[in-house]
């Protein structure tokens, strides 16, 4: 059941019942975008939709519970496959033989499954331009290392928790590393900084195979 609580003097979140929702709701608000509506940020199963000051936010609530009560996932799904990003992928990563052993699965099958997926950010957290990578192929849910790592190299292509992401800057980090890109997936310098925004599309692609 959705909710649309109060966050802030000038904020509400919208907590919805599954991460689709909050895909297709997020798309749904960027091209509907109420008066007043200044930024909004999704994650897991919110959305914390920020407004300016004067914004009227009986009328936003309004906006925002019409915009929940007439959405639904399928518009999510409206974006072209041709607009997806492609990312290239040196599969070197030191987790992929335990991922691909945990799964019952080659390191070969990991790679092609990865590949094969088409992937859609749900949102951004942990660090700037770190997307959250979902599809609908549930072949790769691997939980998170047992111990993290101290330093993981940026670009590094990981698995976790049903997710796939992409490191941006060097940090720590306990994902499953099956691979390594030099996509850059955050610059100051770009507008905007994000190489992947909530609701955008990611194919990875076997460098090997190029």
Not at 57 to 68: A, F, G, P, Q
Not at 87 to 112: K, N, T
Not at 154 to 183: E, F, H, K
């Amino acid at each position: 059941m959705t909710r649309i609580l109060p966050a802030g003097e000038c904020a509400f979140l919208v907590d919805l019942d599954s991460e689709a929702d909050v895909l297709a709701f997020t798309e749904a608000l960027t091209r509907n975008t109420p008066v007043g509506v200044e930024d909004f940020l999704p994650a897991a199963r919110t959305v914390l939709v920020t407004c300016t000051p004067a914004a009227d936010l009986t009328y936003v609530r309004k906006c925002l519970n019409d915009l929940e009560q007439t959405n639904s996932a399928s518009i999510a799904d409206e974006r072209s496959e041709a607009d997806a990003l492609t990312i290239a992928v040196r599969y070197d990563g030191p987790d992929l033989d335990d991922v691909a052993q945990s799964l019952g699965m080659s390191p070969s099958e990991v790679v092609a499954a990865h590949t094969e997926a088409m992937w859609r950010c749900a949102f951004i957290g942990f660090a700037p331009g770190f997307a959250y990578l979902t599809s609908n192929d549930t072949r790769l849910h691997v939980p998170r290392r047992t111990q993290s790592r101290t330093s993981v190299p940026a670009g590094s292509v990981a698995l976790a928790a049903g997710y796939s992401a992409v490191y941006p800057r060097a940090s720590p980090g306990g994902w499953q590393i099956i691979g390594s890109t030099d996509t850059v997936m955050w610059d100051l310098n770009a507008t905007p900084p994000a190489t992947v925004q909530p609701g955008g599309r990611v194919r990875f692609v076997n460098e090997e195979q190029r």
